[in-house]
Nanobody, 127 residues
Framework: EVQLVESGGGLVQAGGSLRLSCATS????????IAWFRQAPGKEREGVSC????????WYDDSVKGRFTISSDNAKNTVYLQMSELKPEDTAVYYC????????????????????WGEGTLVTVSS
């Protein structure tokens, strides 16, 4: 059974940094993607970033490009989202999600739905 557990959320001032972690378990093949989504109060959930852990192929939404970095530590089965230059508009519940039978990350992948979801972690950026 695939499980995803997020951690690392919290309160940070604008301009600060935060690193989110997504501990994964249960993946038995290499062709899967791990993505980060976020949902701000009153807004729809949106895809933020994606990685193929087996080859480090990545994708970023334009709103975070240059500020967020996704990475994978395959020995620890953990995907990270390093967030820098945080803005109040980055405030949201951040979810990690996994999708099987994927070898390339893209915005279209994140629009198509994911197979597995974590419970989310709250990030609050104060101005």
């Amino acid at each position: 059974e695939v499980q995803l557990v997020e951690s690392g959320g919290g309160l940070v001032q604008a301009g600060g940094s935060l690193r989110l972690s997504c501990a994964t378990s249960g993946f038995t093949r290499d062709d899967y993607a791990i993505a980060w989504f976020r949902q701000a109060p009153g807004k729809e959930r949106e895809g933020v970033s994606c990685i193929i852990p087996s080859d480090s192929n990545t994708w970023y939404d334009d709103s975070v490009k240059g500020r967020f970095t996704i990475s994978s530590d395959n020995a620890k089965n953990t995907v990270y989202l390093q967030m820098s230059e945080l803005k109040p508009e980055d405030t949201a519940v951040y979810y990690c999600a996994g999708d099987l039978y994927v070898t390339y990350c893209s915005g279209l992948l994140l629009l198509g739905g994911m197979d597995y979801w974590g419970e989310g972690t709250l990030v609050t950026v104060s101005s």
